[in-house]
């Protein structure tokens, strides 16, 4: 039987030592106390599941955990309302289902942003899949420190932090979904991001555990949520909006973005495909009374600029960069809007269109 130095040992390699609050030793029985960050039962689940599997392989089958759960929700490190100085606005970019290329418009999004003259910050907080350092061509870089504060990797002129430059290539997802908040507290707090008007946030699809530490975290000033228009992933959109608009969460939708809205062959400008249903985030963000911010086709060039590290928005060709500044003109405009109705305590506001002309 291992001894309860070899244990705690143990729980420092897998990373979960901050989270155990009891250790015993019973004969065969190692008794362990233990905090989940969420309330989520499937969250309690995995992390049950991660610790048995990670003692059997260390200890061997002979030896049973007995594992107590608690749940505390992490303690607020800055109260909604004090932001992390020196960033004007904090916004979250959302999105019901994976894979509607939420992380193709906040990459956009940002360098159009730059464009106008705006000092912008980029986090990718995704979990389950950062893809902004490919998306910025910085996949091999490891951001610096100076004076205990990470320093932010820039690519076309956006202030970049991802947790895909941190995570240790044999940490298993199951662990990262349990370390995620401390990264996140880490990322925005730990960070020297300077003077920023912006920084958006790229969260993992869906409504978690991500979503809940980053609005204990950090005063959030509003959220977009990108979609695909088809049916399946308009109702994923509901439960985002719902979840961003709980009286506990309370983030303004700055508004509903619509992705993959059609296809237009280069050889037939004037037809539009509807591949995944016509204007279906349009329909919805009428319905549900939020403001619709506009809607981006299926266009190769789009998906090549991704894998190529260079933001479409950086093209040429006024269709596609034409489109992203459109987006960004009216997520200002969105803005501009939401902070007039702000009280004076809240962060910093933009409350002017300043910039917005020079595309
Ligand atoms: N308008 C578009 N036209 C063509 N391709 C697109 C468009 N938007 C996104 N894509 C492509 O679709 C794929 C998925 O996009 P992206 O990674 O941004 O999705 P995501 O919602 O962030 O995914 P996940 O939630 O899994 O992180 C990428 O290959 C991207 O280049």
């Not at 390699?13 to 233990?34: A, K, P």
């Not at 509807?274 to 549900?288: H, R, T």
């Not at 933001?311 to 200002?332: H, R, T």
């Amino acid at each position: 039987m291992a001894s309860k130095e070899e244990i705690k040992i143990f729980l420092k390699e897998i990373e979960v030592d901050d989270l155990v609050r009891n250790l015993q030793i019973m004969g065969d029985t190692i008794i362990i106390d233990m905090l989940s960050h969420s309330p989520a039962l499937h969250e309690k689940k995995r992390l049950e599941t991660a610790m048995q599997t990670a003692f059997e392989q260390k200890f061997g089958k002979d030896v049973q955990l007995k594992l107590n759960i608690s749940v505390e929700m992490p303690e607020k490190k800055d109260s909604r309302g004090n932001s992390i100085p020196g960033i004007k606005n904090i916004i979250a970019v959302a999105s019901g289902k994976g894979g509607v290329g939420k992380s193709t418009v906040a990459s956009n999004l940002a360098v159009a942003l730059v464009k106008m003259g705006f000092k912008v910050g980029l986090l990718d907080a995704d979990i389950y899949g950062p893809s902004i350092p490919t998306m910025f061509d910085v996949s091999n870089e490891k951001p610096l420190s100076d004076n205990n504060k990470i320093i932010p990797v820039e690519s076309y002129g956006v202030k970049l932090l991802s947790l895909g430059f941190f995570a240790g290539a044999n940490q298993a997802v199951i662990w990262r979904g349990a370390m995620a908040s401390k990264a996140i507290h880490q990322l925005l707090h730990d960070a020297n991001w300077g003077e920023l008007d912006f920084l958006l946030i790229d969260l993992p699809p869906g409504t978690g555990d991500i979503h809940l530490s980053l609005v204990q975290e950090v005063p959030v000033t509003g959220s977009l949520i990108v979609s695909t228009p088809q049916h399946v992933a308009l109702a994923d959109v509901k439960k985002g909006v719902a979840m961003f608009q709980m009286p506990e969460i309370n983030v303004p939708v700055l508004g509903l973005i619509e992705n993959m809205a059609y296809f237009t062959p280069k050889e037939l400008p004037n037809n539009k495909y509807y591949i995944f249903g016509k204007k279906g985030v349009q329909k919805l963000a009428e319905s549900m009374e939020l403001p619709f911010l506009g809607e981006i086709p299926i266009i190769q060039s789009i998906r090549e600029a991704s894998d190529y590290g260079r933001p479409a928005v950086l093209q040429e060709e006024e269709l596609v960069s034409g489109i992203y500044m459109n987006l960004a003109k009216n997520v200002i405009s969105s803005l501009v809007k939401r902070n007039e109705n702000l009280p004076p305590s809240e962060a910093v506001r933009i409350t002017t269109m300043a910039g917005c002309s020079n595309n």
